[in-house]
T-cell receptor
Framework: KAGVTQTPRYLIKTRGQQVTLSCSPI?????VSWYQQTPGQGLQFLFE???????NKGNFPGRFSGRQFSNSRSEMNVSTLELGDSALYLC?????????????FGPGTRLLVL | AQSVTQLDSHVSVSEGTPVLLRCNYS??????LFWYVQHPNKGLQLLLK??????LVKGINGFEAEFKKSETSFHLTKPSAHMSDAAEYFC??????????????FGRGTSLIVHP
């Protein structure tokens, strides 16, 4: 079974631009979560989607948004990019939301904002 | 509310010696606890998880962890380190009130260095 895939793997943008990252979950998984990983802040939860609905959202500004499609694929969008948005963005999928559900992570998209 | 503290940012061991990565958590509700490993430029891989069954949890690659409620700890151990164990390790707690949403909280990570 194929794992979680994320595209693109690397991205360079300039301040003020916007970016869209894509995540394809493991087949059969309906829950997708997004995380931002930086050396300074570590791994921080962005949001979680299940059945095309946002279930949870982390403490990030409104410039960060996402959506999930009927096939469970998910996209996240960052508008008006700032230098501090440079990070590794990780997507994780699970069968469903839940306390004990195992999340399977993709390799991440590394975003550099110049 | 929940939080997780990984007590060591770096742990250095020699190949063949035991590994201990420490994790303390705080949670107002019955938690699930996880350990993930991240190798350079890779995503996170689940090592093991605790979800209120047996308190001693065995994972992949010889790792295990013990849930100690009285000490609010979930330390990760391995009897004998291998060079391939060198990586970043994350302890994660997930809990919520009944019927609530579970948002996992990640520790800051422990970098395991294995010397030949």
């Amino acid at each position: 079974k194929a794992g979680v895939t994320q595209t693109p793997r690397y991205l360079i943008k300039t301040r003020g631009q916007q970016v869209t990252l894509s995540c394809s979950p493991i087949s059969g998984h309906r829950s997708v979560s997004w995380y931002q990983q930086t050396p300074g802040q570590g791994l921080q939860f962005l949001f979680e989607y299940f059945s095309e609905t946002q279930r949870n959202k982390g403490n990030f500004p409104g410039r960060f948004s996402g959506r999930q499609f009927s096939n469970s694929r998910s996209e996240m969008n960052v508008s008006t990019l700032e230098l501090g948005d440079s990070a590794l963005y990780l997507c994780a999928s699970s069968l469903s939301p839940g306390r004990g559900e195992t999340q399977y992570f993709g390799p991440g998209t590394r975003l550099l904002v110049l | 509310a929940q939080s997780v503290t990984q007590l060591d940012s770096h742990v250095s061991v020699s190949e063949g010696t035991p590994v201990l990565l420490r994790c303390n958590y705080s949670s107002s509700y019955s938690p699930s606890l996880f350990w993930y490993v991240q190798h350079p430029n890779k995503g996170l891989q689940l090592l093991l998880k605790y979800t209120s069954a047996a308190t001693l949890v065995k994972g992949i690659n010889g790792f295990e962890a013990e849930f100690k409620k009285s000490e609010t700890s979930f330390h990760l151990t391995k009897p004998s380190a291998h060079m391939s164990d060198a990586a970043e390790y994350f302890c994660v707690v997930s809990s919520s009130p009944s019927g609530g949403s579970y948002i996992p909280t990640f520790g800051r990570g422990t970098s395991l260095i294995v010397h030949p």
